[in-house]
C-alpha cells in the first residue's frame, strides 16, 4: 500500500461498541484511527477539529439519530466520508436508506449477538468489506483525476485502467442502440452504492414501463423491503419486494428480498413467469446473487432480455452477462465515473459483453427506451 491513510472517527453511544469498531479498524492497514464520540453533538465538535476522512456512524444515538449527524457533517464540506452502523429494526432499515440517500458510502449490520467476541466476529468481516469498497471507490476517482492513486496497489504494467476500459455512453455506437429492440424482460444486477442509485434512476422514469423489471441488489434482509418502500415512494412506480410465488407483470419492478435467491421459472398455466425464493449456498459471496437469478432466466425466459450491471463490488453477474449476451440479450453497464464502485460494470465490460456503457444519469432513458421497444 501506498500514499494516505483514512484517518478514521467512530461514532456510537455504546462504550463496547466504539471498543469492538476501533479494535477492529485499528488491525486495517488503511485505517489511522484518530477519535471516538459517544453522541453526536461531540461528534460533530471533533469533526470540526480533526477533520477525518471516515466516519463510522452509529444510526441510534442517545442525543439525536444518526441521520441528523450525517447531514450536518456533509454540511460541514471537509470530504469526510461516513459509512453508517445500523440495527435491523423497520424503523432502523428506514431510516438507513435515508442515510444512503443523504450521501452516507455504506452501511454495516449491528449484529444481535450474546458475546462481545461473537460480536466481532459477525462484524469484521462486514467492516472490511465497506472499507475495502471505499479503497477502491477512492482509487477509481483519483485515477478519473489523473491522479496516482492514494490508496491502492500499482496496477500490473500494460493493464488498461477501469476507466479506460469503459468510455462514455455518448461515444456509444448508434447502431448499437438499435440492437435493443423486441426486449420482453429487464433484469438489474447492483451493489455498493446502489440504493441511491436505484432511487436516483427510477424517480427518473417519465413513462409507463411495457416490461416487467427485476432487481438483485446486495443487501442484507429487512432492509430490502425498505428500500422497495424507498424506491417506490419517491418514483411512484409499482416495486415490491419480491413474496415466494409472485407472478410477473408488464410496467411492475421486483426487488430481491435480502438472504434468499431469485429464480424466474414458467408458471404451469398461461405462459406465465413466476419468481421463487430459495435458500440455496451464497454465490460469488452473494445471497441474492445476480448470476443465479441470470442462469434462470436464460434457462425459462422465452423472449430477449436487457440487462443492465450497476455499481458494485466484485464480478457477480459476469457469468449471467455472458448467458444473456449468448441468448442474444441486450446490455447496459454504468459508467466508472457515476459508480461508487464499478467491480461490477468493469468485469462485463472488460470481457467485451457491454452493448452500451451508460452514465447514472442515462438509465433511466435507457430502460424506458429498453421498455419501449417491447412487442
Not at 484518530?34 to 469533526?47: E, L, R, S, T, Y
Not at 449477538?113 to 465497506?130: G, H, M, N, Q, S
Amino acid at each position: 500500500m501506498s500514499g494516505l491513510l483514512l484517518r478514521t472517527m467512530v461514532v456510537d453511544s455504546s462504550l463496547v461498541f466504539r471498543k469492538i469498531i476501533s479494535d477492529i479498524l485499528q488491525e486495517m492497514p488503511e485505517i489511522a484511527l484518530i477519535g471516538q464520540a459517544p453522541n453526536g453533538k461531540i461528534a460533530i465538535q471533533k469533526a470540526q477539529t480533526l477533520k477525518p476522512d471516515l466516519m463510522i456512524l452509529d444510526m441510534n444515538l442517545q442525543d439525536m439519530n444518526g441521520l441528523e449527524v450525517l447531514r450536518q457533517i456533509r454540511e460541514l464540506q471537509t470530504g469526510c466520508r461516513v459509512i453508517v452502523v445500523s440495527g435491523s429494526s423497520a424503523n432502523m432499515s428506514l431510516m438507513t436508506m435515508k442515510a444512503l440517500s443523504a450521501g452516507a458510502f455504506e452501511f454495516v449490520l449491528k449484529p444481535e449477538a450474546d458475546t462481545i467476541e461473537e460480536t466481532r466476529v459477525r462484524l469484521e468481516p462486514e467492516f472490511k468489506l465497506a472499507v475495502q469498497a471505499l479503497i477502491e471507490s477512492l482509487r477509481i476517482r483519483r485515477t478519473m483525476d489523473g491522479l496516482t492513486p492514494a490508496i491502492s496497489e500499482t496496477s500490473p504494467a500494460g493493464r488498461a485502467s477501469p476507466v479506460d476500459s469503459m468510455k462514455s455512453g455518448a461515444d456509444t455506437d448508434t447502431a448499437k442502440r438499435s440492437t435493443a429492440k423486441s426486449i420482453g424482460l429487464i433484469v438489474i444486477g447492483i451493489s455498493t452504492g446502489g440504493p441511491p442509485a436505484l432511487a436516483e434512476v427510477f424517480s427518473n422514469i417519465r413513462e409507463p414501463l411495457k416490461v416487467p423489471v427485476i432487481i438483485v441488489q446486495h443487501i442484507p434482509p429487512l432492509f430490502s423491503e425498505a428500500l422497495a418502500t424507498s424506491i417506490r415512494e419517491r418514483s411512484g412506480l409499482w416495486v415490491e419486494e419480491v413474496k415466494d410465488g409472485m407472478i410477473i407483470e408488464p410496467g411492475r419492478v421486483y426487488l430481491a428480498p435480502g438472504g434468499s435467491h431469485l429464480k424466474l421459472v414458467r408458471g404451469n398455466a398461461g405462459g406465465r413467469y413466476v419468481l421463487r425464493l430459495s435458500n440455496d449456498e451464497p454465490e460469488n459471496n452473494c445471497r441474492p446473487s445476480v448470476d443465479y437469478l441470470l442462469r434462470s432466466v436464460v434457462n425459462s425466459f422465452s423472449g430477449r432480455v436487457g440487462l443492465l450491471i450497476m455499481t458494485g463490488m466484485g464480478t457477480d453477474g459476469l457469468e449471467g452477462a455472458r448467458l444473456v449476451k449468448a441468448a442474444g440479450g441486450y446490455i447496459i453497464v454504468q459508467d466508472a465515473q457515476s459508480c461508487v464502485v464499478c467491480g461490477m460494470p468493469r468485469v462485463v465490460s472488460e470481457a467485451g459483453l457491454a452493448d452500451e456503457v451508460l452514465p447514472l444519469n442515462s438509465i433511466a432513458a435507457g430502460i424506458q427506451r429498453l421498455a419501449r421497444s417491447a412487442v
